[in-house]
């Protein structure tokens, strides 16, 4: 998956999870901040990111990532694609 192609479906996971609204979730949205988002919330976003990319987050991990930008990255570079 490109970054545009995991940005895209974060989003949509935000969205219809969490409903945030679409124009909301921008790369620099911080997850707590701007979008609201607490810890149990994290670990249900984490979810999903793992059964939809057959990744594993650690709890480290999903500590660290604090933007939509951060979630995107770590998923691209974590899936493979060369331009992350």
């Given amino acids: 998956m490109s970054p545009d192609e995991v940005f895209r479906r974060v989003r949509q996971i935000l969205v ?3 409903e945030i ?3 909301q979730v921008t790369p620099t949205a911080h997850l707590g ?3 609201d988002l607490d810890s149990i919330d994290a670990v249900t976003l984490a979810a999903v990111l793992e059964e939809e990319t057959g990744l594993t987050l650690t709890e480290e991990e999903l500590k660290s990532m604090r933007t939509v930008a951060h979630i995107t990255d770590f998923v691209s570079t974590r899936l493979g694609d060369p331009s992350a």
Avoid: A, I, P
Wanted: hydrophobic share 35%.
């Fill in 16 to 18: 219809s999870e969490f």
């Fill in 33 to 35: 901040r701007d979008l």
């Fill in 21 to 23: 609204l679409e124009e």
